[in-house]
């Protein structure tokens, strides 16, 4: 018995580095392919949401939470939903494709490369990768809100580590909403000119402030966690 555990024990392994290298390769060719593959006309974009009527939310959605895991970045797919749908329906499915695509990148990340990271991880590793398991949803929204990686990466990423779904969804929405209102308003404006929002303003401003707020809270967190000298 024991030498039939440990002669699977090495396909185990050998499985979860086929996985973690896919997991890798993937990544690879996503960012090969944003780097060589046209960028769409956003006048394009317009008249083929016009053409599809009533499935153009859907399609939206959809497309922007495939973009967003394919590592286009989530400003652009903002600003095109801003332009085509306007200010507010453009932010609504903005965040929409934002909630799809975490979803996705999390389970892909999760599926190929935890078992991965959880048997190789020591030391400050495992502590971070603990830290990662025990967050609520304010350690999302902090690190999506550090301006450390794209959106789709910090997915993948975050689905290699012990983290819960549900806080990871919420942190990524809440994350998303200040700047999806902000951008989606500064698309709107470019089609619409002469209609001043003051939405224009709120991606910046609302960012760093939130940033510095919940940075600060998640230092004087990690202080008091800390055991004494």
Known sequence: MIRQLRSRLPVATTS??????????????????????????????????????????VAGVLGGALLLVALVPRTFITLAAGAIFGALEG???ALGAALLAALIGF???????????????????AR?????????????VTVRLLPVSGFG?????????GARLLPFLVGSVIASAPTAFGYAALG?????????????????ALGF??????????????????PPA
Do not use: C, K
């Not at 990466?153 to 580590?161: D, I, N």
């Open 153 to 161: 990466l910090v997915s993948y990423g975050y689905g290699t580590t």
């Open 188 to 204: 709107a404006a470019v089609t619409s000119p002469d209609e001043i929002n003051w939405f224009a303003a709120a991606p910046a």
């Open 16 to 57: 979860s580095v086929t996985r973690f290298v896919l997991l890798l390769a993937l990544l690879a060719g996503l960012g090969v392919t944003l780097l060589l593959a046209p960028h769409p006309d956003p006048a394009a974009l317009s008249e083929l949401a016009d053409r599809m009527g009533r499935l153009a939310p």
């Open 128 to 140: 971070l990768d603990r830290w990662f398991t025990r967050q609520s949803v304010l350690g999302v």
């Open 91 to 93: 932010a609504a499915y």
């Open 107 to 125: 389970t892909v990340g999760r599926v190929l490369g935890r078992e991965f990271v959880a048997e190789r991880v020591r030391g400050r590793l």
């Open 209 to 226: 402030i939130a940033s510095a707020v919940l940075l600060a809270r998640w230092w004087r967190a990690e202080r008091r966690a800390r």
